[in-house]
């Protein structure tokens, strides 16, 4: 599939609050966004070029017709004292709106944010302009009471990344189980992969070895194993299927 990409308010702030720049944070969702989908085998065509209001969005509708893309995603945060996280699409589209509310779910699943749903709008040009099935994301809200969003979002902009292409895609999205106390684990195989998510369907980011010792912060579900670690140093998830508590 070819995926067109952008980061909102491209060469403006955006909304602002609690310390963080709306643009600055569409950013690294859009590379979030681009790094998951080149994982996948799609054809990610970024359709950033800065400016401002009105030209990003000019710019973004013309680079998205231009390569015939199938699919068109803009990156966005919410502002307005709200939280959780929602999906925009073409008002009548259907394809648009079915895609919506499967994106909205999975986020909010992965992050474990409000969802509040696939939501119609007429009147924004990246979404009316756009040749293709084309949706709006609002991750979550950068003036959120409590700022109870963005850090659960920033923190691991991939696991959002990967809840989008779940829902593409029609897989189904592990929901972590929250820690109650860390633990540690002596591998007991060869070799493990470390892996960006839960899951044998995420990227690998290195390898553990046999007799290695190690403490998991948080557990899941997911494919390939009975289940997942995160592991302390940040570096991915493992199977706990080729451990041993110590």
């Known amino acids: 599939m070819k995926i067109g990409t952008n980061a909102g308010h491209a060469g403006e702030s955006g909304a602002v609050a609690n ?30 070029t800065g400016g401002g209001y009105p030209k990003d969005i000019n710019d973004a509708v013309s680079i998205c017709n231009s390569n015939k893309v199938d699919l068109a995603i803009s990156n966005h945060f919410n502002a307005g004292r709200g939280t959780g996280v929602e999906v925009l699409y073409c008002t009548g589209s259907t394809a648009g709106a079915n895609l919506a509310a499967k994106v909205s ?51 691991n902009p991939q696991t ?65 194993a009975n289940s997942w670690g995160k592991l302390l140093s940040g570096a991915g998830w493992i199977s706990l299927d080729f451990t041993v508590r110590v």
């Open 19 to 48: 310390g963080y720049r709306e643009s600055n944070l569409n950013v690294t969702m859009n590379n979030a966004l681009i790094a998951a989908g080149k994982q996948r085998g799609h054809t990610m065509i970024n359709a950033t």
């Open 160 to 224: 959002g990344a990967n809840a989008v292409f779940s829902a593409i895609s029609g897989t189904s999205v592990p929901t972590p189980t929250p820690p109650t106390t860390q633990f540690k684990v002596r591998i007991n195989t060869s070799v493990l992969n470390i892996r960006t998510g839960p899951g044998t369907n995420y990227g690998t980011n290195g390898s553990v070895k046999l007799n290695e010792v190690y403490t998991i912060t948080q557990t899941s579900s997911g494919t390939g």
């Open 105 to 155: 779910a999975a986020i909010a699943k992965a992050y474990g944010l409000t969802n509040r749903g696939a939501k119609p709008r007429s009147d924004l040009g990246f979404l009316n302009r756009t040749n293709a099935t084309a949706i709006l994301i609002e991750w979550g809200f950068v003036d959120a009471p409590n700022n109870a969003d963005v850090p659960k979002i920033i923190a």
